[in-house]
């Protein structure tokens, strides 16, 4: 089921009608209610965003569909879906990412998104010996830096919230982070790019230096805050930005 | 389809079934599982909220779709759609009050809006005819303001995401906000009621002085904030209260 | 439709499509994507989470419910719906909490939850006599910490948003809060998990003062925070972690 690079690109932005399982036909709906977006989404998503240097494709697509599943817009999912495996996003990566928004979105947002993978997996005959398995083997851990990780959280609010603290630290530390599917690169950028579209400016730091310690760029960590003022809005995409200035001033200060 | 005032007001509270596209019966729901809600939904939605001297049925939709919209709150969004056109709001209106929310609560958002605006369209006989064109003639630019605007971003965010600062000035300032389809005012009016729904009280102070700025009364914006704590729930409103205290007092000090 | 406790924790985490009314099939669809998630499912959360002494499986479904209404996650409704009812929550706390998120969460949350639950109510056979009254016998109201409360409202944004000030005592400190169909602790629990769902941390000393006040004990609080993590992501179980940390020495030291 390939596809040409432009029929992509024209994925990215509700126009995906076409190939939806459903029938639906997105792109008129667009041209029905709003001829700007539809204009839009041509010559600004398509023509201008999805094609710029500081970010790649692919990228952009983890980017994208971390903020899609964080913000439940089931609506663009099955478009986004597509995009992201022409894109080169490999199905585990997205599995991988789904998994990871369980955690970073919460519960229901993955779940609904399962439901809609599904479809777009079983269209391209995606089945499960492309999938990561449940118990993979896992990369090794930086027990320093887990432990300094650790030490920080219990100080804080381990009289709080002990079982927090305690799946924090089984669950998303000693597994899921080390879960061989999704480079730590990319599951820092998918988690910043939740966090961004979610509005959670409080928790941006921690994970956008971890990120940039994993290997995400100051370019490609801009390209993310740029590309999600379109899929998270603008405002979310501001208060990051003050957030993100910070980081970067401070990382080049040491 | 002409539909007295007490039906179109009955619209506004999950009480549309019987006018919905696909048959189902939204107030029958409401009475089978939350009898006060429904009770509620005409003793303080439709015989008292929506009939308050502070703003209009007609602003009362336009800040209750861009909330319903911001929020994705799908479910009663046909209903509210229904609404707004019997209290006055324009298709037109209704077209630019979605692509604007693209911007101000994401591209998804306003894509799952045309999906269920088109049928509320077609059951009306609504056409592309009474819709804006995707190139409009723009309003004029305020060059001072909008210099002034930039050059403040820029300082701020310049080099942090170069990417966003462009498609601000080019998309939003020097395009969007000036399509002649909905009035400043009213942009600024949707715009402050999607931040309240969204809890981005931190973007309020800047949009509620423009909302103003643009003919807003304080009256009209302490009733649409009034308004939003029904659709977007207590806590947003009493966080963006204290910010449009803060905005009122200084600009009465002025 | 009685159903063993361990298919009921089964049910909290998508996992439930064998009882679906829809035949849709959520753990089928949770295996075909994301086989880690499906294999967390059970031993996270099912044989862990749920299990644990904390918080009772009642209250956690009350949590749950109150998190999956107040972010609009559908996807998971049905399932802990069946859950709740399985763990003790009775048709009327339901039908009570769902009324409540409308004032927490929005009003178009609670009207997209009737319609799931009464699907759910339909075929357990739950019918109005089991549900409360629009007009119930009000529980006695407190009138001097109500006295205080109003005062402290009034002169803090009495001006600024009078509307909203008259709907918060006259509908809910005057009536939603004193309906009888859940407890004045009950209410509280699920507004202090609403808060935390949606990331309104600055509204929750006050809620979990009051929640506290009302009989819910330090390890509830805390075992609830927790619970959420997995329902309403990592990001906010933290934001909200250092707000409960305050809350608690504050009490502690008093």
Known sequence: ?????????????????AFAESGASLDTDLQAVSPVLDHYSRTRLADDLWKRN?????????????????????????????LALNNGVTPAEISETIAHMAFYAGWGNAVAATT????VFNARNINAAQLPEAEATLLPLDDKAEDSRA?????????????????TTDVLFKDLWLRPGLAPRDRSLVTVSALIANGQAQQIPAHLNQAMDNGLTRQQA????????????WPNAFSAASVFKTVFEQRASK
Chains 1, 2, 3 share one sequence.
């Open 54 to 82: 500081d970010l790649s494709p692919r990228d952009r697509s983890l980017v994208t569909l971390a903020a899609v599943i964080a913000r439940n817009q089931t609506a663009i999912l099955a478009e986004q879906l597509e």
């Open 1 to 17: 089921m390939k596809r040409s690079t432009a029929v992509a690109l024209a994925l990215s932005l509700g126009s995906g009608g």
């Open 222 to 233: 801009s390209g993310a805050l740029s590309h999600l003022a379109w899929y998270a809005g």
């Open 151 to 167: 030490t920080r959280v219990q100080n804080n609010i381990g009289t709080t919230a002990p079982g927090l603290v305690k799946d």
């Open 116 to 119: 809609v993978t599904r479809a």
